[in-house]
């Protein structure tokens, strides 16, 4: 080779290695200069909340938003006429938009009348559909033709409004419907019109009344004073006429299911589906603009239940809300780097996945680590209710096998260990129901027991043999009596589950077939009655017991009305029972009613009640005002966090444990050491 | 050559056609249009607006065409995908093309580095341990890949987000943000986990085409001329084994655009691979079968481009 070779060869190699070291200190500089926090920096001072999301909800549209992925922001977006209480359990509804709670009235022809008054000066969030009333124009008052507007389109068709069913008993509700999509059908100009003025032009709906621009008369067919739930909830949110013409989708509009514009506390600034959502206040929300009113829901409670205050949750009695100043919501599909992300501090509070749930919790409390960081555990039991039916109409379970039935029912549902259920498939995250009536709910009696929920394997063979089934055989036949339980869930958990049951009623000699589908094969199953036990559950809407027991009132019977009362059941007694419940207000006699109704479910049967289930969240010890609300309501405007004890923690759990990359190093220089040896003896 | 192209895009139509058809057969066969509207709208929908949805939708119409030959979902099936109208989402009614081009981005943003970083790393390794034939480094490397080939991309990624994410807290677990300040901090991570799981496979390849060219009479001859092993490998060897590294380049570009499923799904990265996982989830079929269509299109297309581009890189490939 020529000097000049050599030389050129050295020359470039020395270039090469130059630009490898400047890569390998660039990679180091950027590794270094990084850190695992997920956020830019925040504003110095500002508070802000962060949550995790794991799929966005399918619509905003307060009409049809139904789940509670999507109430996390409808509810504090969107303001009701009522709300609940933030504090008093059980819980209780008390004005929001409206003035006061409205005054009931009842008619002489049955009808009942609720009167609403809307606060003066209420203003919609800024938002550029408003320059359909005129240029420049950002906001307008809040009006009662703007929830009337709202329960209109309820009850449209087109909408598709899943709570239908409720609001029909608003005098008028569905004879709107009906002309609506009669004059949409005969006349397509009618059609293309805006909606509020297809609505106008067929008159409204008579019983969403508005005598006064702040008044709001409800007229029910007869007495429902469920109605009062249904319009704290934001089904019944007034909704400008502007914001249904002007987000159509077209011309690159969004749509309005993706673009609220309500009048709550919080607006939504950013809403990116895929990735995050932003709520900030807003600014036009009575709360702040008229703090000297002093209004509920504006200030945080001074009174709640016992113990809230020994729990520092009447800190801030009588503080204007809200306390944050931003709330942060990224999406994380998969639920380990989501726990693990609040693990680190980053969110700021999250449910127990059931792959670290032993190291959460040890027994009924935290464990020491979680302790040791501040962490603290949120139960609280949701308002639902879960249970296995027998079919009434079947001819071996149900009423017409009269005592010998009712006896296999009670036997069957004698051997059935909920606790050892839960115990083995939720983790312990359940109450033992005794009745369809959760805890939170009026009628809720802690220290009642069920004598037919209690497990007894010697009163359950007794019965068997006064049923006729002496062992578990069916005389007919010679052979065991045969049963078939009728499910929709087929992935292999469920399955596992429903063998629990019927290995529980092989101890009484009982051989039930499982007979899995998917969820339509098992309503057409329904529809035709071929079934004889079941599988199901209920949660509800409202805070009251008739939105649990109206499941086996004899009018909702699946084979009578299609209703979900799936097990067909119907007892006279119970359903006059029912029906003067139904219209009571709370207090001696309705409590008298409905445990009434509960013993005769206690004794006929027609459900084994299983569980209510048990929510268990993780807060932050910097997160401030947490107390779960059972239903699906979110409190964003009375949490508070504490952002210099976050930046500290989150400091303090996230200093590198580097021992695993020394490992790693190690093993790499081990491989690397022989191949350089090699390198340099071929080279030579 | 046009003879050739056409040839080729013929055949494409067939392919095509023959996805949408076994994907509508698939779907349809493990699912109802009552399962599509029950999961969009919930349990607790009452049956007459899961029939609102259903008609809005179009999903009340037979499936196939001896039902009803004028308004069959099938047909209209083919329709709209034949004329891009891709429509609505079922799972949320939002425009489908919105997505896309949304998705888009984030998806580029991981597979485009990933492509040319796992060039860039794979490609001089490669050499090496072809270079270093029947020594330990290539015995060690060979073993190395396999190794790296055997673990699933799932390990890797909790491995990664595990070590880096949790122990070392270099990165964010998971997560995505657009601006500039913020996205490398997020793909730093993913792209880790791509580069490294997939460089197993790569270096096996590649070393295989090296090898294969090392031992050609060109090489033998420029040895005998006296060049340097390095010039050997990186002039001769490597400029002659450009054929399969662009095939399996050229392959790979049109699938940048779908994103990566995996990936993207655990790391939460908002891509069209996220989207698809989430379409399959959600039961959304005009979602899940305009992505089917578009990987399809850029599948033949892909095919297409990479024959056309051989006759780029060797003057002596002809198109017949």
């Known amino acids: ?684 | 050559m046009a003879a050739y192209v056409i040839r080729r895009l013929a055949y494409g139509v067939g392919v095509v056609f023959g996805v949408l058809f076994l994907l509508f057969v698939l779907f349809f066969a493990v699912t109802e249009p009552d399962d599509i509207a029950r999961k969009a709208l919930g349990d607790k929908a009452p049956p007459e607006v899961l029939e609102i949805w259903k008609q809005n939708h179009g999903y009340d119409r037979p499936l196939w065409p001896w039902q009803d030959w004028g308004d069959n979902l099938l047909f209209d099936h083919y329709r709209k995908m034949l004329s891009f109208d891709f429509g609505l989402s079922d799972a949320d009614d939002s425009p489908i093309l919105d997505r896309i081009r949304a998705g888009m981005g984030p998806s580029l943003s991981l597979t485009v580095p990933l492509l040319v970083l796992s060039l860039v790393v794979a490609i001089p390794l490669s050499l090496v341990v072809a270079f270093f034939r029947e020594t330990y480094i290539d015995r060690m490397g060979v073993f190395l890949c396999v190794l790296a080939m055997s673990v699933s991309t799932l390990l890797y990624i909790i491995g990664a987000q595990f070590l880096i994410g949790k122990l070392l807290r270099w990165y964010p677990i998971s997560g995505f943000d657009s601006s500039l300040a913020m996205l490398p901090r997020f793909l730093a991570l993913p792209l880790i986990v791509g580069v490294v799981s997939g460089l197993g496979s790569d270096v096996r390849f590649y070393r295989t085409v090296f090898l294969e060219e090392s031992s050609r009479d060109f090489v033998r001859t420029a040895r005998a001329k006296g060049a340097g092993e390095s010039r050997i490998m990186l002039g001769h060897v490597l400029r002659n084994a450009m054929i399969p590294i662009l095939t399996r380049v050229v392959l790979a570009i049109p699938f940048l655009f779908m994103g990566s499923i995996l990936i993207e799904s655990f790391f939460g990265i908002p891509g069209l691979g996220s989207m698809t996982v989430d379409a399959i989830q959600a039961n959304d079929f005009s979602t899940l079968r305009t992505m089917v269509y578009i990987g399809s299109l850029l599948f033949v297309l892909g095919q297409v481009a990479t024959d056309l581009s051989y006759g780029l890189v060797d003057p002596r490939v002809r198109f017949e």
């Open chain 1, 1 to 684: 080779m020529e000097r000049g070779d050599v030389a050129g060869t050295k020359g470039r190699g020395r270039r090469r290695t130059r630009v490898l070291v400047a890569l390998v200190v660039l990679a180091t500089l950027y590794a270094a200069g990084c850190s695992n926090d997920p956020y830019p920096p925040e504003a110095p001072g500002e508070k802000v909340l962060y949550g995790a999301f794991e799929e966005a909800p399918r619509s905003l549209d307060p009409a049809t938003a139904y789940d509670t992925r999507a109430h996390a922001i409808t509810g504090a977006v969107y303001a009701t006429l009522l709300e609940y209480h933030f504090l008093k359990r059980p819980l209780e509804l008390m004005p929001s938009l409206a003035v006061a709670m409205p005054e009931e009235r009842a008619l002489a022809d049955g009808r009942v009348v609720y009167r609403f008054e809307l606060r003066r000066d209420l203003l919609f969030a800024d938002d550029a559909c408003f320059e359909l009333g005129g240029a420049g124009r950002r906001t307008r008052e809040i009006l009662a033709a703007d929830v009337a507007f709202q329960i209109a389109r309820l009850a449209d068709p087109k909408v598709g409004s899943p709570v239908v069913e409720p609001f029909s008993h608003i005098e008028g509700f569905s004879d709107f419907a009906a002309a609506l999509a009669a004059r949409r059908e005969s006349d397509a100009a009618f059609a293309a019109r805006p909606v509020h003025e297809q609505y106008a032009a067929v008159g409204g709906i008579r019983g969403a009344r508005t005598p006064s621009s702040h008044v709001l008369e409800i007229v029910l067919d007869k007495p429902y004073p469920q109605i009062l739930y249904w319009l704290a909830m934001e089904f019944s949110t007034p909704v400008p006429w502007e914001a249904i013409a002007f987000y159509d989708g077209a011309e690159g509009r969004p749509r309005f299911d993706d673009h609220p514009v309500g009048a709550g506390p919080f607006v939504l600034s950013v809403y990116d589906k895929q990735a995050r959502y932003t709520l900030v206040p807003n600014r036009n929300w009575h709360g702040l603009r008229h703090p000297e009113w002093q209004a509920p829901g504006t200030v945080y409670p001074s009174e709640g239940e016992p113990g809230d205050r020994e729990a520092g949750l009447l800190e801030d009695a009588g503080r204007p809300l809200p306390f944050l100043d931003r709330v942060e919501v990224r999406r994380d599909k998969e639920s380990i780097p989501r726990f693990n992300k609040f693990l680190q501090g980053y969110y700021d509070a999250s449910g127990i996945i059931k792959e670290s749930f032993d190291k959460v919790m040890q027994g009924d409390a935290l464990s020491p680590e979680m302790q040791a960081m501040g962490i603290e555990l949120g139960k609280a039991v949701s308002p639902d209710f879960f249970y296995l039916g027998f079919n009434m109409d079947d001819a071996v379970v149900g009423r017409a096998g009269g005592e010998r039935s009712r006896k296999l029912r009670q036997a069957m549902s004698l051997v059935l260990d909920t606790e050892e259920f839960l115990r083995v498939f939720l983790n312990g995250r359940g109450l033992p129901a005794q009745s369809p009536v959760p805890p939170g709910i009026y009628g809720y009696e802690e220290d009642y027991r069920n004598p037919y929920r209690q497990v007894d394997l010697e009163r359950a063979r007794a019965l068997m043999i006064e049923a006729g089934y002496p062992g578990g055989i069916d005389p007919r036949t010679g052979e065991a009596l045969k049963l078939t339980f009728d499910s929709y869930n087929t992935s292999a958990q469920g399955l596992t589950q429903t063998r629990f049951y019927t290995h529980a009623w092989q101890q009484l000699g009982i051989d039930v077939q499982i007979d899995a589908t998917n969820y339509n094969q098992f309503q057409e199953k329904l529809r035709n009655g071929a079934y004889q036990v079941f599988e199901s559950g209920w949660v509800a809407d409202y805070p009251d017991p008739e939105n649990f027991l109206f499941l086996v009132w004899g009018e909702m019977g699946q084979s009578k009305s299609g209703g979900p009362n799936y097990a067909n059941f119907a007892d006279p007694r119970f359903d006059r029972l029912f029906l003067s419940m139904k219209t009571r207000e709370n207090g001696p006699r309705r409590l008298a009613e409905i445990r009434e109704m509960k013993e005769i479910l206690a004794r006929e049967r027609p459900w084994i009640e299983l569980f209510h289930r048990e929510d268990y969240a993780l807060y932050h010890g910097w997160v401030k005002n947490v107390k779960p609300m059972g239903l699906s309501m979110p409190t964003y405007q009375y949490r508070d966090v504490d952002v210099e004890l976050r930046a500290r923690r989150r400091h303090e759990w996230n200093r590198p444990v580097t021992w695993p990359a020394w490992v790693l190093l190690g093993a790499g220089i081990a491989i690397l050491v022989p191949g350089i040896r090699t390198w340099r003896r071929e080279r030579q």
